[in-house]
C-alpha cells in the first residue's frame, strides 16, 4: 500500500480518481470521539449508609431520605483494624510532604524531661494535660512521645485533633481510628458499648475544651489513656477527671541560640547571638520565634550574595524587576548593606518573612488569611493562584515557620494571621473568599471527588462560606449556597457530620438573604433528617414541617414527598399520631362517637319517655333515622366498622324500633275519632284536673298575652243547640294537638252556647299551661280523644302560646277573629 494515499496499489499511482472518490467518502455514523458541544449530564452522587437502625440515603438532588434498615441491610459488626491498617490509616491523615525541597528537621531540643515524664504517666494508665503557650513546641513534643508509646496499648497509638471539634467527633474519629466500619455511623449505644472496650493510647493536639465536655470525653473511654495539649486560655478540667498536669515552657538561651543555629546551619555572629539575646528576652524562650527568626537570617544571608546563586525553588531566574522583592532591591550585592532584623521585626517576623518570598508564596498568604488561617491544600494552590507551580508555595511557607500542622492539613501558626492582617494581606479578603468558594463548589459536586477528600477540606470550606456569610457585595450569598449545596452531601457521606451540621447552616442562612427559596427549603429538609438521626425529634419536626411547606408553595413534589416520609418517621419514633392520620378509637372519648360517627353509623340519641304526638309526626320521626343509615352507610359501612361500632349501631336501631312501635300502639288503639257526644265539658274537666291535679301551677312568662274572648264559650251546662255550635269532646286526660293552648280559669258565665263539632288542628308547637286564674277549668280544641289516656310529660321550660293561622272555635268557624280564644 502507498503509505502516503490510503488504498490499494492494483489501483494505480495516479491516485486521480481514488483521492477524489476518497474525499467525497462518507463519513461514519458513530464518531470514534464524543462530540464536545453535546455534554453529558452530570450524574449526581448518591451514597447509601447506616446511621443507628436508620438506612440514609444521601441525596444531593431532592434531599436526603431517611427509613428504617431493612432486615437485609444491617452492617457486619464493627472489627478492629489490624496494627498493618491502623499504619496505613495514620500515614494516609498525616499532613502531606510538600513538593519541592524537603523542610528542615530540627530536633527536640531540652524536652527530654517532660518527654519521659510523659511516656512513664501513659504507661501506668494515666491521661495527662499538657498546658503550654501557642508556639511552645507541643506539636513537637507529641510527636516524639507517640513514637515511644507506640508498643503500651493493644489497639496503639490514635493522633486526633482537636482544631474545631466537639466531644462527639472526637469520639467518631476514634472509633473510626480503631474499628473498619465503612460507610456505617453507629449509634449512641453501639458507639458507647465499642469505645468502652477500647484500650489506646490517645494522643489529642489543640484540645478546644474543658469541664464538662472533657469529663464526658474521659468517662466514655475509660480504658484509653489521653495525652491532650492544649493552651492556658482553655477551660480547666472537672475535678473528678483525674488528669494529670504537665506545663511547658519556653527554651532556655543557649537551646534557643542552638535552635536558631540549626535552622541557618551555621553559627551566629557574635552581633546576630546578641540580637538573639535580645529576642529570647522578648519572647519568652518560645521555639517558634527562634524558627523565625532563624528563617530571617537565613533570607539575609540570601540577599547579600546573588539572588539566584541559591535559588532553590527556581523563581528567581527571569524574574520581572517589578516583582523583585523590596529587600532585594535595597540591599545590592553586599552582605555588610544588609541589616539586621529589629527586635520588633523578630518579634513579629511574618510580614518581613513575606516580603521576601515569591509571589505565589505571598498570593497563598493572602488566601489564607481570607480563610482565617485556614490553608487549602497544595493541589488547589494553582488553580487558585494562577500559577503551575504555586503547589512549591507551600515548602517555602513551611520551611520559614509561618505554617504549623494541623490533623491532615496545615494553617498558618500562632499569631501569624494577626500579623499579615497588620501588613495589609487582609485587603480584598471578600474577593478571595469568593474566589474560593467557586472553586471548591465546582470541585466538591464533581463526582470523581470522593467523599473523603473534601471531609479533609472541610474547614476551609467552611472558613469560605462563613467569610461570604452575610455579605454586602453582589452575589456572594448566592456563590455561598451553591457550595453548601455541593459540599453538604459529601460531608454526610464521609460521616462528617459536625461540618455538616455548619454547612446547612450557613447555607440556610444565605439562601434566605439571596431569596432562594428552594434552596432553603433544601437546607431545611437536611437539617430535620439530621436531627432525626442524632435523635433530636422535636428539631426534625420543626425543621421538616418547614421544609414540607415551602416545597409545598414551589409545587415541589418530589421534595415534598421526601420530607412527609420523613416527617412520618419521626411521628412513629415520638409515639404521636402520624400526618395526616386519625387516633386510635379506642382513645375516643365517649361523647365524640355521639358527635361525629365514623363510616356513616347513626348516632345514637338519648331516648326519653314518649309523648302524645300526632300520628304522621310520630312514625315518621323515628324511622328516618335507621332508614338514613342504611342507605348511607350500607351493608359494607357496618362490616368495616369495629366491633364496637356494631354494637352501637344495633342498640340504636332496637330502641329505635320499640320506640316506634310503643308510640304506633299508643296512638291506634282504643281511638275514637267521632268522640263521645254525650259526654259534657264539666266531666272533660274532671277527668282531667284529676290526671293534672299533681303538676305544680307555674307562674306566666314574661312573654305570655292573655287571650282574646271568642263569640260563644264553653260552659259546665253547655248542651247541644239548634246554633250547631257545642262544646269540644274531652277525654280523660286527652292527648292534645301540639296547636291546642290549655288554660286554667274560672267558668265565664253560668250558661253557654252549645258546642259544634270541632275539627283537629295539626300544629308543631308542643303544648303548654298557662295558669290565669286559682280555678282551673279547662276548655280543649284539640285532637279526638285518646283512650287509655296518656299524661303529658311536664316541661320545665315555658314557651309562648302559638296562635295558628286558622282554627275552628267552640261555636264554630268564626270569620272576625284568626284564632279561637278560650278564657
Sequence with gaps: MDPIHRGPEEFGHDGNGFSEEAGRRRPSRDPLTPDFGQQTPQQARIVPLISGDFLLTVNPVDGSEVEPCPPGEQPAAPVRRTPAERADRERATAPPVPPGPPVLQLPLLQRADERERLVRLLARGRSVRLTGPAGSGRTALLDAVAADCAELAPDGVVRLSGHKRTVADLLHGLFEAVHDAPLHRPDRELLLAKLRTTGAVVVLD?????????????????????????????????????????????????????????????????????????????????????????????????????????????YLENRPAEEAPEAVEAAGTDAAEVPLPSLGEGAAPAALLGSRLSPAARDTLRFAVAL????????????????????????????????????????????????????????????????????????????????????????????????????????????????????????????????????????????????????????????????????????????????????????????????RRALALVEDRSGGPAAGGAPVMDELPVDRFEASPPRGLPTVIPVSMPRA???????????????????????????????????????????????????????????????????????????SGDQEEELPAEEPTDGATPSARTSGSASSSATPGPSGSGSAPAGGGGASSPGATVSESAPSSPGGSSPSEPLPTRTTTKPTVTPTSPSPTETETSAPPVDPPTEPTPTDTETTPTVPDSSDSASGPSGASASPSVT
Design 206 to 314: 489543640d484540645l478546644e475544651f474543658g469541664g464538662a465536655a472533657l469529663d464526658e470525653l474521659l468517662d466514655a473511654t475509660p480504658e484509653c489513656a489521653f495525652l491532650l495539649a492544649t493552651t492556658p486560655d482553655v477551660a480547666a478540667p472537672g475535678p473528678d477527671s483525674h488528669l494529670e498536669e504537665v506545663f511547658l515552657a519556653g527554651l532556655d538561651r543557649g537551646a534557643s541560640i542552638d535552635l536558631m543555629e540549626r535552622v541557618v546551619e551555621r553559627k551566629l555572629t557574635e552581633e546576630e547571638a546578641n540580637w538573639a539575646g535580645d529576642l529570647w528576652f522578648e519572647s519568652e524562650g518560645l521555639p517558634l520565634r527562634f524558627v523565625q527568626a532563624g528563617a530571617l537570617l537565613r533570607q539575609r544571608d540570601l540577599l547579600g550574595t546573588d539572588p539566584t546563586a541559591y535559588d532553590e525553588y527556581g
Design 613 to 687: 304526638y300526632p300520628e304522621e309526626t310520630a312514625v315518621v320521626s323515628r324511622q328516618a333515622a335507621p332508614k338514613t343509615a342504611a342507605e348511607e352507610g350500607g351493608r359494607f359501612a357496618m362490616l368495616g366498622g369495629a366491633r364496637r361500632n356494631l354494637v352501637a349501631a344495633g342498640a340504636g336501631v332496637l330502641l329505635a324500633g320499640v320506640l316506634g312501635t310503643v308510640v304506633t300502639l299508643g296512638l291506634t288503639s282504643n281511638s275514637d275519632p267521632q268522640g263521645d257526644p254525650g259526654a259534657s265539658t264539666e266531666q272533660s274537666v274532671t277527668e
Design 372 to 563: 482565617g488561617g485556614e490553608v487549602p491544600h497544595q493541589a488547589h494552590l494553582p488553580a487558585l493562584v494562577g500559577d503551575t507551580h504555586a503547589d512549591a508555595a507551600l515548602s517555602e511557607l513551611a520551611g520559614c515557620g509561618l505554617l504549623s500542622p494541623a490533623g491532615s492539613r496545615y494553617r498558618l501558626a500562632a499569631g501569624v494571621l494577626a500579623q499579615l492582617e497588620a501588613a495589609g494581606y487582609g485587603d480584598g479578603a471578600t474577593d478571595r473568599a469568593r474566589t474560593v468558594a467557586q472553586h471548591y463548589a465546582w470541585w466538591a459536586g464533581h463526582p470523581s471527588v470522593t467523599p473523603a477528600r473534601v471531609v479533609a477540606e472541610a474547614d476551609a470550606i467552611l472558613a469560605a462560606m462563613a467569610q461570604l456569610v452575610p455579605g454586602d457585595g453582589a452575589g456572594q450569598t448566592s456563590v455561598a449556597v451553591l457550595l453548601a449545596r455541593s459540599a453538604s452531601p459529601a460531608f454526610a457521606a464521609g460521616l462528617h457530620w459536625s461540618a455538616w451540621e455548619r454547612s446547612l447552616r450557613i447555607g440556610q442562612e444565605a439562601g434566605r438573604i439571596a431569596g432562594e427559596v428552594a434552596e432553603e427549603a433544601y437546607f431545611h429538609h437536611e437539617l430535620g433528617v439530621l436531627a432525626l438521626c442524632t435523635g433530636n425529634l422535636d428539631r426534625a419536626r420543626a425543621e421538616l414541617e418547614t421544609s414540607i411547606s415551602m416545597r409545598g408553595a414551589l409545587a415541589d413534589k418530589s421534595g415534598a414527598v421526601a420530607g
